[in-house]
C-alpha cells in the first residue's frame, strides 16, 4: 500500500517548509525559479532548485501577453499539474491568479483546487493590507501561503506600469508594516519583487519566515528568477536583475545548475542586478 514511499530517495527528501524556516537561520540561500512544464520541472529538480513556483508569469512567457491579468485559475491548475508530474524534491508553490482571491470563500476555493488538482504544497498572492484576512483564514484552513509584496504584476494596470516599488521612507514602512502583519496573519514565506536593496535586507531581518526576493538584492534569504530569462528565452528589454545563464553553459541543465549554484554562493545577485532606495 505504501509502496511510493519506498520508491523515494531519501538522499533528496522533498523539500517543505521545515527546510526551508531552517535555511533561513543558517543563512543557506534559498535557490528558487518559476516554472511552467514537466519537462522542465526534471530539469529545476536535477539542478536541485529549492522552490519551483508555477507563476502567473506564463502569462507574459508562454501565452504573450503583455501583462499577467489575462491569467485563469484553468491556465494556473493545468501548468501545475504538468510541473509536479516531473517535480520531486522542490517545494512546488502556485500562484493565485488575478481577481481568484476577492474573499476569503473564493480564496479558499481556489487554494484547494491548486492543491488537489494541481498538487501544489503551497499558494502565493499578490498582498498588502487589503489582503490580512485573506492570508488569516487560509492559514486557519492549513494553507501554506506565500504572501508578495513589493512590484505586483496583477496591479499594473492601477498603479501605473511595471516600477520599482518602496522607494522613499514612508512607501518603505508601509512595506515593512505589511510584511510584519501578513506574517503575524499566517504567511509562512514573503516574496519581495523589485524594491531597493536596503529595504529587502530590512524586511528579510524584521520577519522569523524566509523571504524570497527578485530584484530585492542580496541580502534576502533566497532568490527567485523567472525560468525563461534564466535560460535567455525571453526576448526584449530585460529588468535589470536578470542574469543570462545560458552564457557560458553547455546545455539548459548547465545554465539551471549554474543559476542554483550562484545563489547558493551568493555571487548572484551582483551589485548590478541590485535597486537602491
Ligand atoms: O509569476 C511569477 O513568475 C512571479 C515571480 C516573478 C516571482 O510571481
Not at 480564496?107 to 491548486?114: E, I, M, P, Q, T
Not at 501561503?145 to 522607494?167: I, M
Not at 521612507?169 to 504567511?187: N, Q
Not at 535586507?201 to 530585492?216: F, Y
Amino acid at each position: 500500500m505504501y509502496t511510493h514511499l519506498e520508491q523515494r530517495d531519501s538522499t533528496r527528501p522533498p523539500v517543505s517548509l521545515g527546510p526551508l524556516d531552517r535555511m533561513k537561520r543558517e543563512g543557506e540561500k534559498i535557490a528558487s525559479i518559476t516554472c511552467y512544464d514537466a519537462s522542465f520541472a526534471v530539469l529545476c529538480d536535477a539542478a536541485d532548485a529549492d522552490v519551483v513556483l508555477v507563476g502567473d508569469s506564463l502569462g507574459m512567457v508562454l501565452q504573450g501577453h503583455d501583462t499577467t491579468v489575462p491569467v485563469t485559475m484553468d491556465d494556473i491548475v493545468y501548468h501545475c499539474r504538468a510541473v509536479a508530474r516531473g517535480n520531486h524534491r522542490p517545494f512546488l508553490m502556485a500562484d493565485l491568479p488575478f481577481a481568484s482571491y476577492p474573499t476569503r470563500d473564493v480564496a479558499l476555493k481556489n487554494s484547494v483546487r491548486l492543491m488537489q488538482e494541481g498538487n501544489a504544497a503551497m499558494v502565493k498572492l499578490e498582498s498588502g493590507p487589503n489582503q490580512l484576512e485573506i492570508v488569516e483564514f487560509l492559514a486557519k484552513h492549513d494553507i501554506a501561503v506565500c504572501a508578495h509584496l513589493g512590484l505586483k504584476p496583477q496591479s499594473v494596470h492601477k498603479t501605473g506600469g511595471f516600477r520599482v516599488q518602496g522607494k522613499g521612507s514612508d512607501a518603505a514602512r508601509r512595506m515593512l508594516e505589511s510584511a510584519r502583519s501578513l506574517e503575524s496573519a499566517g504567511a509562512d514565506i514573503v516574496l519581495l519583487e523589485c524594491i531597493p536593496s536596503e529595504l529587502g535586507a530590512e524586511i528579510t531581518k524584521a520577519v522569523e519566515v524566509p523571504v524570497i526576493g527578485i530584484g530585492a538584492g542580496p541580502a534576502t534569504d533566497g532568490q527567485i528568477l523567472v525560468l525563461y530569462d534564466v535560460l535567455d528565452i525571453t526576448s526584449g528589454r530585460k529588468p535589470r536583475f536578470v542574469k543570462n545563464f545560458m552564457e557560458g553553459a553547455t546545455s539548459n541543465l548547465d545554465a539551471l545548475r549554474r543559476y542554483v549554484r550562484a545563489v547558493k554562493d551568493k555571487s548572484y545577485p551582483a551589485p548590478e542586478h541590485e535597486f537602491h532606495a
